[in-house]
């Protein structure tokens, strides 16, 4: 086996498993079409944070009271960045919950009352931001905020 | 050309050789089992040079070896002179700076374990790709050094060891190891303080790119690596430029190519550095996307690369105090110790090469003698059960070093509280540089903590993780907080912080 086929061979074998790499990258990592569970660019406030982030435990159930049914109502239009917006608040619970008096029980619980949510609010064409659904969602919602400890040490983390 | 510059370049290849310290000192006692116990012929059959699977065991010994990218040196060079495959040598030159037991016990506490078992699955990929592409490019045949003859068993196959590490240390590895150091330096030069931290989101596409001409010549620890990719998972930073940090910033160095264009010739270097490129290059846009954590917050900067930049800023004073001050509040005690060995292993292998050039000492210890008396105690050890001991004891060791790395939970909760009663302290008297001191302790002990729990328990539950994370954030805004010097804001901080602290101290101690 002279130099020549050898060197050959062996630039096929990188073309090929080059190709086979872009093959792979061009769907699942270049394609302009974001994933469910990519958070797009979103505008950030001066510690870093989406500006959207609410100040509390709180404030983050009270925003999602208020979008749920304003997604509800998004018919016929694009309502992607919403939904990623409604996720991510979703995502932040439990986060938030971790900086509160709360016993481990209950944070667990949070943490699995979210990620259900999660769940089902996951897929682009999830039937769960339907009418139908808000008193399931409404549900949810008051469980969530029964689980909290009412305290004053809730208000203390508008400062972050 | 501004004091500054050269007080920062000379301070960074301070820091990394402190850092590779501990590493280097296995790679030469790793190098020199190879050469004195195993021997040629058994090092090869471990690697199974030649053979279709030499590939992937290379990969599992670097996976297990505790070495760095300049620990690797040695170890490479004596797999050289073993007439060792160059694909197999590089496969283990790549793979084995990249994970260690210490390391991947810390990614895998990391809140998207999977994401470092993708990437070691990925970094597996990767050299063995480009090992059977040089087997192919690079056929040449398998020329192994001269052998020497095998000690004999006893007090002089041990002395032996030592020498080995001693030439080895004071031979061509110390130019390589010293040329992987100037490429921390040169990148020290090369960019401003704190010029990487808006450059590595997720959102920016050149992120890879940036990060691949930050990460050839950079030097880091497999720690100081799986730390940053942490710190990359936490707040949202490209993850195509993670992967390329672990490969090339961990995986590679200066002097490692110098010895690889010294050994196979810039043409086959190039080629194959450049195949490596394309191939962690295109993997690393590939997985930008699925591997990209759902819960990750991008954050509008990141302080994790300012070790590849320069440390003061211009015109800045007693910039020999602030280096001095610097590598002693960076120092771990193991790593000093490190230095030590290795200092006398230097000196050492100085004087040999000066006063015995042509190795007469060994020679002399080679020597065969007559049996002392055996008794049923003293089993003769044929050097290749030595050897294949030694090895497996440096992974016990780095396996029960990380239960002394990784302390138990109520050890690092004292930790924590000691350094985070200076940082908020300094915090609130306006003391920015001792925040900047000692914020990354608590982070440190912080990481500590939950890898302790892990290694200790097997689990770390979402619940602890959480209220670690929150703890952070709070860490995380009073350092930035500082650095603005709001100082009525870091009050608040502070108060909330330390509600917070309590919070995590209950719920590890007794939830």
Known sequence: ?160 | MDQSILWGGFLRICQATVQAAPFLLTGLFVAAIFRRLLGEDKTRNLFGSGSKSSIVKAWLIGMLLPVCSLGVIPVVRQMKKSGISGGTILAFALAAPLFNPLSLMYGLTLSKPWTILVFSIMSLLVITVTGLFWDRIHRQPEIQDEQEPLMPKGLPRIISVGLHASRELAGPTLGLIFMGLLGVGVLSFALPMGSLQNDMGHDNPMAPIIMTAVALPAYASPMTAMGQLGSMFQHGNSIGAAFILLTFGAGMNLGLIWWMIGNYGIKATGTWISLLLGVVLLLSYAIERPLYPADAEPANHTHAFDIYCQPFERGSTALAQSVKSKLKQDTQPFEIVSLEILAVILVSGIGLRIFDPHQKLETWLAKPRPDSSQSRWNIDVPGSVLGLTGLAMIVVISIVGCFAFYPEKNECMEELRLAKVEAFTAALSGNHTQVARWIPVCEDWLRRMQVGVYLREWSLSDYHRARAKVFQQWLELIEHEAEEGHQDEIRKLVSNADQTYMRLSRAFRTE
């Open chain 1, 1 to 160: 086996m002279n130099c020549e086929y050898l060197e050959i061979r062996s630039i096929r074998f990188v073309g090929h498993f080059l190709v086979l790499c872009a093959l792979v990258a061009i769907p699942s990592g270049c394609s302009g079409k974001p994933a469910d569970n990519l958070s797009v660019a979103w505008k950030l406030d001066e510690h870093g944070n989406p500006d959207f982030k609410p100040k509390n435990y709180l404030d983050a159930i009270s925003q999602l009271k208020v979008r749920f049914p304003k997604i509800v109502d998004q018919v016929g239009v694009d309502r992607s960045e919403s939904i990623l917006q409604f996720q991510q608040i979703v995502r932040w619970l439990p986060e938030f919950a971790a900086d509160t008096d709360i016993k481990r029980g209950d944070w667990e619980q949070i943490h699995m009352l979210c990620q259900t949510i999660l769940k089902l609010a996951e897929t682009r064409k999830s039937s769960f931001f339907q009418s139908e659904q808000s008193k399931d969602f409404e549900d949810y919602m008051n469980q969530l905020s029964k689980l909290i400890p009412q305290k004053p040490a809730l208000a203390q983390q508008s400062a972050k």
